[in-house]
């Protein structure tokens, strides 16, 4: 079984240049397929959710190559079917924005239910699917496959997302852009990677304004044009290398940001400790003193990402006191505590939130991943941790974390990538 093996407790010093965002490329991608014409998409992390994704559109017959390094062309003039039921859709959550861009582009599509991290509870559709019915769908789930068309055509509406959902938002944006008339989202998440698929769409000739606030109105054009596009910084990404830098002490500079999209991050590794300095593009943390206890809530954004809640919990295991954390977007993403508590943490999970008690020091362990964000607060223990880990499961990390490895050991991490 592939493994990480690091050994901690030494701290970090350097820069990382930091990839597309992952949560952005997933939906820009499927989005390709309602251009005429080729879409050149850059700053594309080469992750396996995209290697992945691509070669979906691949089974699908349309050309979707990486032709220079983070660099990927989509032409999709040959693609004549709004059917994708592959076992390769099980494997990733954003193969269920086929169906968004299906409906956009024929008024119909059958997609196999989408995979992805399971953090211990389910993840709901109904959203996505009152969203498509809304402009005009007939959505029906038959063994594991969803079907949904406009016999009469997709048309604007109104649609109020009755809790914040990134991915209901992405694929209603998808399947409206090119409906006739206008469509208006309501309580529509404000991800930066929402803005990033509106700028995308409006690149190739959609009309989309209010991204990123919570009413998106969208005017249906009659096409949309291939372009030339490049992905905005992986916000998460950053923070989880900021995170890493926090817990095991140093000094690590992340470049290639936004700073504005990893404010509230920002904000909680400044709380707990950590002396952080901007500039237009970079953040720099550095760590020497004792880590504090910092309490948070994660929720939308413009809040605390849930993507980084559990490697601040990692943060937090060091700090000098009790914190609590509460997660209100997946209330159950505390599958991660076990790990760590084997590591020497006390970490209790409660009802939706954690309590942490902060201890001195945390000791390497066998530590199995079980998402991408609990696995990237593993390794951020490990690094922290005195003795050896060795990490597990790491298929997860590798979903979104490019070239891992060589920007962890660029900042002098010890940790090295075992294949078996
Ligand atoms: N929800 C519903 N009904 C729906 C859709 C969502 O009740 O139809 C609920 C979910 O159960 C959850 C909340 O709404 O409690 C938010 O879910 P959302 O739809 O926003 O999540 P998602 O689109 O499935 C994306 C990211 C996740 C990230 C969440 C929240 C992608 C591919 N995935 O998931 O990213 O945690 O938004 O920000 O964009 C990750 O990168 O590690 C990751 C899991």
Known sequence: MDKYIIKGGKPLFGDITISGAKNAVVAIIPAALLAEGVCRIENVPLVSDVLIQLEILRE???RADVVAPGVVE?????????IAVSDLNQKFRA??????AFLGRFGKAQVSMPGGCNFGGVRPIDQHIKGFEALGATVTVENGV???EAKEGMRGASVYFDGVTVGGTVNVMLAAAMAPGLTVLENAAREPHIVDLANFLNWMGADIMGAGTDIIRIRGVKKLRGCTYSIIP????????LAAAAAAGGSVTVRNVIPKHLESTLEKLAEAGAIITEGDDYVTLSRAGRITPSSFKASPYPGFPTDMQPQLA???TLADGESTITDEVWDTRFKYADQLNAMGAKIEVLPRSARITGVSSLSGAKLVASDLRAGAA???AALAARGESEITNIH???RGYENIISKLRGVGADITLVRD
């Open 314 to 316: 990692a943060v937090l």
């Open 146 to 148: 969803i079907c949904a």
């Open 396 to 398: 997860y990390v590798e």
């Open 234 to 241: 992986d916000q998460i990404e950053a923070g989880t290398y």
């Open 74 to 82: 989509i032409d999709a003039s040959r693609l004549d079917s709004h």
């Open 378 to 380: 593993l390794v951020i």
């Open 95 to 100: 193969s269920y924005y086929l169906l968004g």
């Open 60 to 62: 699908l017959g349309v």
